[in-house]
């Protein structure tokens, strides 16, 4: 098994056209570690991979494999295997050699004999479950099959590194979710570094051991999967992992920790209400996942603070759970996600009261940055604490 770590340090991109396509990225990938790049479209995604790969120049900045820059290092000489989208298998010729052909190409050069090329072509080909299709052309397989093949060739090549960009596109959802646990699968196995682009953030949730999250070339957030569910670096982060989005709700905080949304009012809690302060008395912006939002709460419980009242627009059911959008006011539509047997007998038309777990909110900065006020502080804390150890030590 080869070792590979890939750093990437203020790497920027400016295309010939003058499109800034990556700004100053840095990241430091780890040995055997899955990280995923996610964004929408545009985000620079594709360009950080092929500059990986070294079939796009690097504007400014150093790209390192196993601690050598190799700014200026031909692909082919960068010891990384990249599928892409279009996978674009040789039609002429069957799976067995489209998976053998690299390794043929450059038998003498990596010292292959023949016999050892057939056995890494049949491992892989077993491993992939494409054992009776070996003497098949491209045209007579499956897409999911295709799909295998073109992970199969680079497989084959057993080499540093693994680079995806987005794999599954050309895949129906069903075989999307089978083909990604392969992948997840042959990666346990393997354990080769692989850095994997995809603009679907269920995708990335799912793949990566880290997911690096991107908009207009920059890096947003880059954190466990968990991490960024949970402590979401800024708003853009928090409208896209996550599905439905996080409802964001401009607001106001008052004299008693309350944020006021129109007529109604929510009690922040403690960690959110000291953030709140600290930022003083700005418009913020309350993060609630829809999951966090029970419908159907006993009226009692209006005005305890973490309860609101809105009309039923639509009831979107799933199965086991139910999305419902209802309206707090003329400016505020927002998404509930609950099991189903809790919105039985919900209909549209319908003013019911909703609890919200507070304690599972998040506050952003009403800025185009739009900054999690809450991580912004901790992140402060921990360094007036760090400066406040090493001047006591
Ligand atoms: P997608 O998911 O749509 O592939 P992406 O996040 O991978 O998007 P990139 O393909 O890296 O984004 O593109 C980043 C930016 O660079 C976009 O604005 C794109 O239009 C621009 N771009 C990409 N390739 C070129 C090129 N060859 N010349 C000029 N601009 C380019």
Known sequence: MKLATVELENISKV???????????SLSIRDHEFVVLVGPSGCGKTT???MIAGLEAISSGTLKINGRVVNDVAPKDRDIAMVFQNYALYPHMNVYKNMAFSLEM???????SRAMIDQRVKETAKSLGLTDVLARKPKALSGGQRQRVALGRAIVRNPQAFLFDEPLSNLDAKL?????AEIKRLHLKLRTTTIYVTHDQEEAMTMGDRIVVMKDGVIQQCDSPLEVYQNPANQFVASFVGMPPMNLITGQVGQHDEFILGEQKLTLPGKLAGAARAQGGQNLVLGIRPEQISPKVEE??????????????????????????FRVDERLTMICRTETHRATGIAPGDSITFHIAMAQCHLFEDSPAGENIVRKWNSKEQRADMTA???SE
Do not use: C, H, M, W
């Open 300 to 325: 009692r419980f209006a005005g305890s603070g973490n309860v609101i009242r809105g009309v039923v627009q639509v009831i979107e059911p799933l199965g086991d759970r139910v999305d419902v959008r």
């Open 176 to 180: 999307r979710v089978e083909t990604r």
């Open 389 to 391: 150890k090493s001047l």
């Open 106 to 112: 450059r038998r003498k050069e990596l010292g292959l």
């Open 48 to 50: 950080t991979l092929r």
């Open 15 to 25: 295309y010939a056209d003058g499109t800034p396509a990556v700004d100053r990225v």
